[in-house]
T-cell receptor
Framework: AQSVAQPEDQVNVAEGNPLTVKCTYS??????LFWYVQYPNRGLQFLLK??????LVKGSYGFEAEFNKSQTSFHLKKPSALVSDSALYFC?????????????FGRGTSLIVHP | DVKVTQSSRYLVKRTGEKVFLECVQD?????MFWYRQDPGLGLRLIYF???????EKGDIPEGYSVSREKKERFSLILESASTNQTSMYLC???????????FGPGTRLTVL
């Protein structure tokens, strides 16, 4: 069975500093990996995904994520954080084939960017 | 842009009531999903549907049922609401096999 771990419930960063939100996964085969963001009282919005190809994936709002197969990680990064990036971030994984293909979500990480 | 709408943003019901949560998507997606979101637990899949009249149980189907009579509409039904079903409910849609999911704004349900 697949699983996702987001080891930090909360990440605090000062505006202008780089940010990293961590995600590790477990899945059979080559994974499909996703990051979503949820602003207060809103649904989730897609940020970026990795399926194949370049290990560094660029997404919306200046975010990027690095796929590391040996460490089974897919950390979300941004070079310079904005206060408006404060939100809840979810990592998700699904297997490339077999089973129901249904993604599994992590528990979420609350990102707080301080002015 | 894909649009997923949910019938209510906030809902307050009493224990034992039958509750209907409606979700509509406008992108002709095969897949539709219902999730429940609780603090510290993330998103948990209740049910999903990959076609009209087709449904599959997710991780936490107990106490819930679903209906998909038309491709664009996926309903979540709480047959007899209980206080432990107080939560945020999120609907999503997407293509098959599941890739990017598109989420509705959520319904915050309170059962008193």
């Amino acid at each position: 069975a697949q699983s996702v771990a987001q080891p930090e419930d909360q990440v605090n960063v000062a505006e202008g500093n780089p940010l990293t939100v961590k995600c590790t996964y477990s899945v059979s085969g080559n994974p499909y990996l996703f990051w979503y963001v949820q602003y207060p009282n809103r649904g989730l919005q897609f940020l970026l995904k990795y399926i194949t190809g370049d290990n560094l994936v660029k997404g919306s709002y200046g975010f990027e994520a690095e796929f590391n197969k040996s460490q089974t990680s897919f950390h979300l990064k941004k070079p310079s954080a904005l206060v408006s990036d404060s939100a809840l971030y979810f990592c998700a994984v699904r297997p490339p084939s077999g089973g129901s293909y249904i993604p599994t979500f992590g528990r979420g990480t609350s990102l707080i960017v301080h002015p | 842009d894909v649009k997923v709408t949910q019938s209510s943003r906030y809902l307050v019901k009493r224990t034992g009531e039958k509750v209907f949560l409606e979700c509509v998507q406008d992108m002709d997606h095969e897949n539709m999903f219902w999730y429940r979101q609780d603090p510290g637990l993330g998103l948990r899949l209740i049910y999903f549907s990959y076609d009209v009249k087709m449904k599959e149980k997710g991780d936490i189907p107990e106490g819930y049922s679903v209906s998909r009579e038309k491709k664009e509409r996926f309903s979540l039904i709480l047959e007899s609401a209980s206080t432990n079903q107080t939560s945020m409910y999120l609907c999503a849609s997407g293509v098959w096999p599941p890739d990017t999911q598109y989420f509705g704004p959520g319904t915050r349900l309170t059962v008193l």
